[in-house]
């Protein structure tokens, strides 16, 4: 799954050396925690999130039975802050 989100999203961004992946897998899922640089976010996310959509939707059918979610981290923003 890493490798398949690596590979969508290396040739979306300008800056794939900034690009970090994290993933947190689980019996029946899979969490890949997804940054990059500032300015490659909106690429990312694309008009109103489709592009980001696209990849998810893309995940989660190459996941079959286990379910896969991609969450894109706001660099700077930390977890958890209200």
Not at 64 to 69: I, Q
């Amino acid at each position: 799954m890493k490798a398949l989100v690596d590979h969508v999203v290396r040739h979306l961004v300008a800056n794939p050396d900034a690009m970090r992946l994290n993933t947190v897998e689980g019996e029946a899922s899979v969490l890949i925690e997804l940054t990059v640089a500032p300015e490659d976010v909106a690429k990312v996310k694309g008009p109103d999130g489709e592009t980001l959509r696209a990849i998810r939707t893309v995940l989660s059918a190459a996941a079959g039975r286990r379910k896969a979610v991609l969450e894109l981290l706001e660099p700077g923003a930390s977890r958890g802050e209200e």
